[in-house]
């Protein structure tokens, strides 16, 4: 008892300095100059990498309980009210914005499982992948739901937000598996060792 008691409280500690992390990330993130060209949110970040990182190496119950707290993080780093202000267009938003979107990139293990394990760093980077794009699909809903309003002149809400929200989650989704790959490669996450070849 006194052992699991011990794994749980490291596995919590574990998990708020990857939020904390995540979050100064994304922070500097936005504060680069090119971030400004994607004027309704979103921009280029790798603030994901530590939530996907911390539930490969503690699953997807902890990664999904880190994304989530994540989420609320990310909302009070900016939240706005969509359009439509209803309570259930508000509701929306809430879930396909923050809590689904963010809480999907602790599932990365589930993911990364599916590769044999000598070709483990392969399933890490396809892992990192698939959680980003799962984000992006979230996001693409809310803007085609939610946001069309905002959609250039003569634009389908849906190509807009597929295109607005792909031209940053794209980037996102190959510069976290790159670095998740990178990172993996140093630290195995289960050990926190060095990958053996």
Not at 25 to 39: E, G, Q, T, Y
Not at 62 to 67: D, I, K, M, P, Q
């Amino acid at each position: 008892m006194k052992r699991n008691y011990k794994s749980h409280l490291m596995a919590l500690v574990e998990g708020a300095m990857m939020m904390a992390l995540a979050w100064a990330l994304d922070f500097v993130c936005a504060l680069l100059p090119f971030n400004r060209i994607w004027i309704n949110g979103g921009g280029i970040t790798i603030g994901m990498l530590p939530i996907v990182y911390y539930g490969f190496r503690r699953g997807p119950v902890w990664g999904v309980g880190a994304g989530l707290v994540f989420s609320g993080l990310q909302m009070l780093m900016g939240w706005y009210v969509p359009p439509a202000n209803t309570w259930w267009a508000i509701l929306l938003c809430v879930l396909l914005d923050y809590v689904i979107a963010f809480s999907v990139l602790g599932v990365a293990e589930i993911f990364a499982k599916l590769f044999e394990k000598k070709h483990r760093l392969l399933g890490y980077g396809f892992g990192a992948v698939v959680v980003c794009l799962l984000r992006y699909i979230c996001s693409t809903l809310s803007g085609g739901i939610l946001w069309g309003s905002y959609a250039f002149e003569g634009w389908n809400p849906w190509v807009y937000s597929f295109a607005y929200n792909g031209s940053y989650m794209i980037p996102n989704a190959i510069i976290t598996a790159a670095l998740a790959v990178l990172l993996c490669k140093a630290f195995d996450p289960k050990t926190l060792r060095p990958m053996k070849k």
